[in-house]
Nanobody, 122 residues
């Protein structure tokens, strides 16, 4: 089982990035898939998730600026991030959760990617 996150980088305030998370060894459409982020000195924070039934759930940070999606053929999830601010600077992790119940707590997630760094300059 592996999750490979990519798409991070340096962007200016107001810019956009699209993160990708390619899964192998399991099927994203049968799992709840989520994005978390962590900044230095802060706890890991829930950003967004797409449930196994396709329904999205967003945490507090996006505030309408982020969109999570899933490509079942590519077995990949995405996080489109618009109107980025320096407060969005963090390492972004994708994660997968098996089972019927959906959680936003990172402790519940079974599978984790390696993280991709997003830096937003002012």
């Amino acid at each position: 089982v592996q999750l490979q996150a990519s798409g991070g980088g340096l962007v200016q305030t107001g810019g956009s990035l699209r993160l990708s998370c390619a899964a192998s060894g399991f099927t994203v459409s049968t799992h709840h898939m989520a994005w978390f982020r962590q900044s230095p000195g802060k706890e890991r924070e829930f950003v967004a998730a797409i449930r196994s039934n396709g329904d999205p759930t967003y945490g507090a940070p996006p505030k309408g600026r982020f969109t999570i999606s899933r490509d079942n053929v590519k077995n990949t999830i995405y996080l489109q991030m618009n109107s980025l601010t320096p407060e969005d600077t963090a390492v972004y992790y994708c994660a997968g959760l098996s089972g019927n119940y959906f959680y936003i707590s990172s402790r519940r997630y079974n599978y984790w990617g390696q993280g991709t760094l997003v830096t937003v300059s002012s």
